[in-house]
Structures are given as structure tokens and as C-alpha cells.
């Protein structure tokens, strides 16, 4: 299980920090990663990091301004938002996968974000 936290309503220029900590021990084998869904529009990838270690990779749009973390100790996983815009508005997830795998098989519960122009 992942359960989310962070999110809220912030200005745009504004920073926010979301977390995602897993229920239990996440192993080298797996990936976390971020993704949004605007309403009316598709998911969207944010990013993801592999457990075990790596540059984590970033979709154009946030490349610059978001920042994927982990803290093992505590099994989770942050995205670091900086420099909001409005278009960052939306629900944010967070998931994870095997490595050898393309599906996202365990999905947080989403947090919403809002950034007022």
C-alpha cells in the first residue's frame, strides 16, 4: 500500500512537497514514480526513480522545476515541486512497479494540488 500525503492550494511561483510512503519494505527490484491527471485530460507520467538507486527521470514538463527524493529508511518517496504554474493544477498519484515490468501495479491514493494564477 502507498499512502500520500502534501498537496493543498499554493500560489503560482510557490513550492510544494508530496510524499509517498509504502507499508512496507520497497525492494531494489521495484520503481516509484509520479503521475498527474488534470480534469478532462489524460494521466500524465510526472517522474520516477528506481528504488535502487539512479538519476530519476522527468517528463519535459517539469523537468527544471520538479524533484524526485527517497528516503529508504522511511520507504518514501518525494516530489519536489518548485516554480508552480497553474497547468501543474491537478490530482497527483504516486506508484510503483517492478523493474521489469511497464505496469504500475500499486497506485497511492492521489493528493490534489492547486496553483491559483
Known amino acids: 500500500e502507498l499512502v500520500q500525503s502534501g498537496g493543498g492550494l499554493v500560489q503560482a511561483g510557490d513550492s510544494l512537497r508530496l510524499s509517498c510512503t509504502a507499508s512496507r519494505r520497497i525492494g531494489s527490484g521495484y520503481a516509484v514514480g509520479w503521475f498527474r491527471q488534470a480534469p478532462g485530460k489524460e494521466r500524465e507520467f510526472v517522474g520516477e526513480?528506481?528504488?535502487?538507486?539512479?538519476?530519476?527521470s522527468y517528463a519535459d514538463s517539469v523537468k527544471e522545476r520538479f524533484a524526485i527524493s527517497t528516503d529508504n529508511a522511511k520507504n518514501t518517496v518525494y516530489l519536489q515541486m518548485n516554480s508552480l504554474k497553474s497547468e501543474d493544477t491537478a490530482a497527483y498519484f504516486c506508484?510503483?512497479?517492478?523493474?521489469?515490468?511497464?505496469?504500475?501495479?500499486?497506485w497511492g491514493q492521489g493528493t490534489q494540488v492547486t496553483v491559483s494564477s
Open positions: 506508484a510503483a512497479r517492478a523493474t521489469w515490468l511497464r505496469r504500475w501495479d500499486y
Open positions: 526513480v528506481f528504488w535502487s538507486g539512479g538519476t530519476p
